[in-house]
Structure formats: structure tokens, C-alpha cells
Nanobody, 125 residues
Framework: QVQLVESGGGLVQAGGSLRLSCAASRRTFSDYVMAWFRQAPGKEREFVAG????????YYAESVKGRFTISREHAKNTVYLQMNSLKPEDTAVYYCAASYAITVVTTFDADYDYWGQGTQVTVSS
């Protein structure tokens, strides 16, 4: 069983920064794909960023490229999402997700098996 726990959300003004963390329970995620999704009120959940834990390319939604950075800290089994130059349209609940079944990053939430509880990010104008 995999447990994911997000933290780091909050209220920030437009142009500000936040760093989200996703602490994962497994001892190793070397065969997993990890990703961040978000869901704004009244909208479907959408892909934000992802990578394969063992290495390789990182992938970003066009709307966050150049502003958000996904990274990991192996020793802590933690995934981060550094969010800079935040905009009001970034307001959403952000979810960490993991998948053992897929071998490449996908943007479809149905491909991910494990989810955190979500953390609220609110960007004021």
C-alpha cells in the first residue's frame, strides 16, 4: 500500500511562490511514475507535472512551463512542486499521484493508482 501526504499549500498573492511537498510511504519508488495534478472549482482535474522516479525527463503542462519545477529527494521519499510567479488561475486543490503500472508519464489521472488527500493553493489578485 502506498500513502501520499501533501503539504505546503496556502494563500499567496499573485507573483508569489509556494513549494508543495508530497511525502511517500514506500521505501523505494524506483519503478514508479510520480505526478502532480490540480483541480479548480467547477473544473476537471488536470495534469501539472510529472517524472519517472528512476530518472529521465520531466514533463509539464503548458500553462505552468517555466514557472513550476517538479523535483524529488530520494533520502526522504519526497516529491516537491516549486511554484513561482503564481497567478490567480493557479488556484486549485493540488494532488500528488503515483503509478506503478505505467512506465512513462501520462496526463490522464485514470492512469495513476495512488493519490494524496490534496492541498489547497489560493492565489489572490
Amino acid at each position: 500500500q502506498v500513502q501520499l501526504v501533501e503539504s505546503g499549500g496556502g494563500l499567496v498573492q499573485a507573483g508569489g511562490s509556494l513549494r508543495l511537498s508530497c511525502a511517500a510511504s514506500r521505501r523505494t519508488f524506483s519503478d514508479y511514475v510520480m505526478a502532480w495534478f490540480r483541480q479548480a472549482p467547477g473544473k476537471e482535474r488536470e495534469f501539472v507535472a510529472g517524472f519517472r522516479w528512476s530518472g529521465g525527463s520531466t514533463y509539464y503542462a503548458e500553462s505552468v512551463k517555466g514557472r513550476f519545477t517538479i523535483s524529488r529527494e530520494h533520502a526522504k521519499n519526497t516529491v516537491y512542486l516549486q511554484m513561482n510567479s503564481l497567478k490567480p488561475e493557479d488556484t486549485a486543490v493540488y494532488y500528488c499521484a503515483a503509478s506503478y503500472a505505467i512506465t512513462v508519464v501520462t496526463t490522464f489521472d485514470a492512469d495513476y493508482d495512488y493519490w494524496g488527500q490534496g492541498t489547497q493553493v489560493t492565489v489572490s489578485s
